[in-house]
């Protein structure tokens, strides 16, 4: 097993000096360290050069080639150094000097460069001697870094959102500097090209996005005209969203107990549940794998019942081939930052096929307005700010890739750890796809386990520690312990592991070779 020498969320920001060092024969032999670093970087971090730097690489090595080569012409040099530029820029992102940067008029050039490293969250790999001294917090000599990150202790990052934001971040830049000129900052257009890139990524006939997954179940369930005293049926191995939405309308949540190897509701026990009472059904796809919609769907159908699909963590799930929203009334998600599609704050969306649905969300997602002033419903102020729905264009775009990527990580999880009986496995049925939300694995000791590796640089989390019914906000529902039992067994051996479409196949093995490793010496 190769590991790297070290797992790093820190950008780097990579000087003037270091560039020259690399392009220039004299000077990577009178540098290694620079070149070593260089190196590293181009394969194992996550670097910039900044704008400025580059003008003044392009200054510089034109110079030189003027004075080694006088008999090339102006744009045969040209052409050489733009070529060094395109090389070191498929490597590396471009950090743009920010517009509130602190000028030090002693070293324009250093300041600039020092607000660029503060706005990405960067050091300066730098040799300047005099920037090494005067921000001894925001630079590191080749060196040192590299002394640093061969004895550094891996530190893995679960989701990744750092690294995500910093692959996609010249689109998204672009993108959120057009919304920031128009300055239409609540439902903007990028809102209705949001709602149109849904409708065309899922096959959905409408799309309205909202500012969360919570508000989206929500106004599902207003538009469905959930009252109090209605029943609405549900998991109570989920997110408590799901739950606390139905109780917030004053309607009763009715918990069925899931299903063992997918830890979704189990659709043999739903029919036992329904009363003259229930009004609909809230399905959840857990982890992002969709429930047994079939199943769910002939009951809702023999008692004139609705169904919502709570997919906050689905989004790109497939049951049969088709997109969850052909499966039910309502589809709901999450933009939670750290959902398979995630926006930089929090936002959501409702799918659906009906057009009187859709036309009532529209209403109640603005206040019940059906024009301005004209209220026909009670609604919520539940819209999605233009800046995240221009954030998440750009992420949809590339969804389709990142949806690949974490199906390949799980894939090798899986593989990794397949006939490991001290471990349980998740299970997707074959009719069905998930972006894998999480990779969460069954266990013994678990809070042992979680501990060593914390210890090893590798984080976990557990969802769901504590069932729904359990919950002291439910007490009121006159449940109790035992009343769903494999929802109580599931919430005291799951972890998740890390999941996100940037790990590395030196960061799985790394993370299985401990599982295996911890495991072994708890069971011994």
Known sequence: MKLLGSITVKNILIDLNILLDYYENARRKKYPDSIEAFDYLKYHNFAFVSSSSIDNFEFIKYATLSKAYPSLNRKQKLTIVHNFIKEFLTFFKIAKTPSYLEIDYDDIEDSQLIASAKAIDALVLTRDEKMLNKY????????????????????????????????????IEKSTDTVYNHSRFIMGPEIQELEENLCSFTKAKYAIACSSGTDALLLAMMALDIKPDDEVITTPFTFIATAETIALLGAKPVFVDIDEKTYNIDASKIEKAVTPKTKAIISVSLYGQPSDLDEINAIAKKYNLFHIIDGAQSFGATYKGQAEVHHCDIYTTSFFPAKPLGCYGDGGAILTNSDELAQKIRMLRVHGQNKRYSHKYIGLGARLDTIQAAILNVKLNHYKEDFAKRNEVAKRYSELLRNKKDIILPTIKLDRTTPWAQYSIRIKNRDEVQTKLKDAGIPTAVHYPKPLHLQECFAYLGNKEGDFPVAEKISQEIMSLPMNPDLSEEEIEYIIFKIKEFIINIIK
Not at 158 to 171: D, S, T
């Open 136 to 171: 001894p917090d925001m630079t590191i000599s080749p060196k040192e870094f590299l002394k640093t990150s061969k004895k550094k202790k891996p530190k893995i990052d679960f989701a990744n959102l750092k690294k995500q934001h910093f692959r996609y971040y010249p689109e």
